[in-house]
């Protein structure tokens, strides 16, 4: 017998959890973001899961003449970054693979976890004040809100939330 909230007892009550076989990490590949990376790998490691790492595009913020090559540049440039973060996810024993995925990052982060069956989606937060985050919007909020998975948010420790 198990006791839960309230003081109720429960009489032999099983909770059977899917097991997490694809972790998917959501990462802009900055600071801000280094914790849940981090966070990522270590679960991948401990369950023995492919971890999946995904990094949106946004080409509105690239756009104007010459948007293409702009486009292609900050491509080769995030996957130069995301090849280290592979690297160092598979030197720690981890099975890991990284995307690209060109759109809003909210919506594409839902779309990548949908379409890769993730059991999970790993994301940070930069730790933004109410106003802040009402004003700029949060990827993180809207990965919560609309992934069909469970979603960990990662928030950045108190000493890098005060460095950035």
């Known amino acids: 017998m198990s006791p839960y909230a309230g003081g109720a007892v429960a009489n032999e009550a099983v909770v059977t959890v899917p097991p997490i076989r694809t972790i998917l990490l959501a990462t802009d590949l900055t600071a801000a973001s280094r914790e849940a990376t981090d966070r990522a790998v270590g679960l991948a490691r401990q369950l023995e899961a492919r971890l999946l790492i995904v990094n949106v595009l946004e080409k509105r913020r690239l ?25 160092g996810a598979r030197e720690a024993g981890v099975i890991a693979e990284f995307l690209v995925w060109e759109g809003e990052p909210g919506d594409s982060i839902t779309a990548a976890a949908e379409a890769e069956k ?22 993180s909020d809207h990965v919560v809100r609309h992934a069909e998975c469970p979603v960990l948010v990662v928030r950045p420790a108190r000493h890098a939330a005060t460095e950035a």
């Open 118 to 139: 993730a059991d999970i989606v790993i994301v940070g937060t930069r730790g933004r004040s109410g106003a802040e985050r009402l004003l700029l919007g949060s990827v």
């Open 63 to 87: 756009s104007g003449a010459g948007t293409h090559e702009r486009v292609a540049q900050a491509r080769a440039e995030r996957e130069a970054a995301l090849v280290k973060v592979v690297r």
